[in-house]
């Protein structure tokens, strides 16, 4: 199967600027998240979409960053305006939904953008 | 926050030898999951172990959950240069109803030398 699939791979944008990256997860998969993770660190939840609402949006900086899941398939995120902090990997993943309590699937990744903030 | 901690942050071993990583992680869990990120690309899903299991393998992995401990351990055995890469333990917390919510830890770097 096809994976998922995210671009730009790589970006650089001037502090104030604006940025979108975009992520297909893999067909059928219900569930859609964007993780950020900094250099030499694990990745961080942003948000996470159940088809196309959201479900867990409480570590999004609001006031700069914006998702939408449109159609329950492709999503963006966008950073507006960028800050020299936001340089890091943003990484899309998917999964199925959960079909019963306790049980769980592994994520697929993205191969990530590569954002750097000058 | 961060939930789960790996142990050790860098370990370097020899080509053939076995590598130990440990976790240890704070809420109760509905499964573990470990995954590989090789520098620069996205992370690989390696194993995932459910709250009610102990022990689970594939190929020459091997994971251990203790849940009395909150804590699981992930060994490589007969280790290849290819191993090289950053290993995360990632935690599936309970009581999240629809879909499945990861917490990753920082990682531990893995390099096998030849």
């Known amino acids: 199967e096809a994976g998922v699939a995210q671009s730009p791979r790589y970006k650089i944008i001037e502090k104030r600027q604006s940025v979108a990256f975009w992520c297909n997860p893999i067909?059928?998969?219900?569930?859609l998240y964007w993780y950020q993770q900094i250099l030499g660190q694990g990745p961080k939840l942003l948000i996470q979409f159940q088809n196309n609402g959201v479900v867990d949006d409480s570590q999004l900086p609001k006031d700069r960053f914006s998702a939408e899941r449109l159609k329950g398939v492709d999503s963006t995120l966008k950073i507006q305006p960028a800050k020299l902090e936001d340089s890091a990997v943003y990484l899309c993943?998917?999964?199925?939904?959960?079909?019963?309590?306790?049980?769980?699937?592994?994520?697929?990744f993205g191969s990530g953008t590569r954002l750097t903030v000058v | 926050s961060q939930q789960g901690e790996e142990d050790p942050q860098a370990l370097s071993i020899q080509e053939g030898e076995n590598a130990t990583m440990n976790c240890s992680y704070k809420?109760?869990?509905?499964?573990l999951q470990w995954y590989r990120q090789n520098s620069g690309r996205g992370l690989v899903h390696l194993i995932l172990i459910r709250s009610n299991e102990r022990e689970k393998h594939s190929g020459r992995l091997r994971v251990t959950l203790d849940t009395s401990k909150k804590s699981s351990s992930l060994l490589i055995t007969a280790s290849r240069a290819a191993d090289t890469a950053s290993y995360f333990c990632a935690t599936d917390g309970k009581g999240v109803i629809s879909g499945s919510r990861l917490t990753f830890g920082e990682g531990t770097q893995l390099t096998v030398n030849p």
């Open positions: 809420t109760s869990i509905n499964n």
């Open positions: 067909s059928g998969h219900a569930t």
């Open positions: 993943a998917s999964s199925p939904r959960r079909k019963q309590a306790g049980g769980g699937y592994g994520y697929t």
